[in-house]
């Protein structure tokens, strides 16, 4: 069952934008732990882009600092990715985590399934 679903992905030129955002269709929450953006370029392993921690300030990475800013929306269940000067070294699968506690599964990971980031001249 598909829990997390991103979108707002796709191929874009040296210095645009583009905004990713990342629903969750999980039910009877409890609590929302996190929120954060992972990538995972060819060759490469899945890393950290930013993330939303509950109560915490956003939190990111070397890769994203100055240039992107991650936003939830907690009443629906959403995260957004705002992405900036895009670089060609930002071209990788962008994937959505949440962190959630419902009543009946107790506290688990969801990933979305990806989305295609490609920025080429």
């Known amino acids: 069952q598909v829990y997390l679903v991103e979108s707002g992905g796709g191929l874009v030129q040296p210095g645009e934008s583009l905004r990713l955002s990342c629903v969750s269709s999980v039910g009877n929450i409890f609590r929302m732990y996190a929120m954060a953006w992972y990538r995972q370029a060819p060759g490469k392993q899945r890393e950290l882009v930013a993330c939303?921690?509950?109560?915490?300030?956003?939190d990111y990475t070397n890769v994203a600092r100055g240039r992107f800013t991650i936003s939830g929306d907690n009443a629906k269940n959403t995260v957004y990715l705002e992405m900036n000067s895009l670089k060609p070294e930002d071209t990788a699968v962008y994937y959505c985590?949440?962190?959630?506690?419902?009543?009946?599964?107790?506290?688990?990971?969801?990933w979305g399934q990806g989305t295609q980031v490609t920025v080429s001249s």
């Open positions: 985590y949440f962190q959630i506690s419902t009543v009946v599964l107790g506290r688990r990971n969801y």
């Open positions: 939303i921690n509950s109560g915490e300030r956003p």
